[in-house]
């Protein structure tokens, strides 16, 4: 990774956000915040919604179809992340980045974050497959 990709410093005082944050990611890869259908409708706002890496747009309803399908028989994944920074983008309302490594493929992963009271919600997210400088997927 050359400098123009490091990712920028979060501020000191966001550094509490961004430990609770990180916590929660890989979105939807952490059962100990729940792996049932129920768990994954509280973690996510009624409008969420997600870019996923093959550039399609998936609505609240589709999301937790295939998360409640996932977890009817979970799989050991094996993932890295890295990169982690938040940005504060309004009261109580955040955006998360980092990289995710999962299966051999490297993603960039964008997650915004909306806190009421001691609860996160997610309400937006992407994921970006990166390429090398050729195109080829890293």
């Given at each position: 990774m050359d400098d123009s990709e490091t990712p920028p410093a979060t501020e000191a005082r966001l550094l509490p956000v961004l430990e609770a944050l990180a916590a929660r990611e890989p979105l939807f890869h952490r059962p100990e915040y729940g792996a049932t259908r129920a768990d994954f409708e509280r973690m996510t706002a009624p409008d969420f919604w997600e870019v996923g890496a093959s550039g399609r747009r998936y609505g609240?309803?589709?999301?937790?179809?295939?998360?409640?399908?996932?977890?009817?028989?979970?799989?050991?994944?094996?993932?890295?992340?890295?990169?982690?920074?938040?940005?504060?983008?309004?009261?109580?309302?955040?955006?998360?980045?980092?990289?995710?490594?999962?299966?051999?493929?490297?993603?960039?992963?964008?997650?915004?974050?909306?806190?009421?009271?001691?609860?996160?919600?997610?309400?937006?997210?992407?994921?970006?497959v990166v390429q090398d400088a050729a195109g080829h997927t890293a």
């Open positions: 609240r309803a589709h999301v937790l179809d295939v998360l409640e399908e996932r977890f009817s028989r979970p799989v050991a994944e094996e993932w890295e992340t890295s990169g982690f920074h938040c940005r504060e983008l309004a009261a109580g309302t955040y955006l998360l980045t980092y990289t995710l490594v999962l299966g051999g493929r490297t993603t960039r992963r964008a997650t915004v974050w909306q806190r009421d009271g001691e609860e996160w919600q997610a309400l937006y997210h992407q994921g970006t």
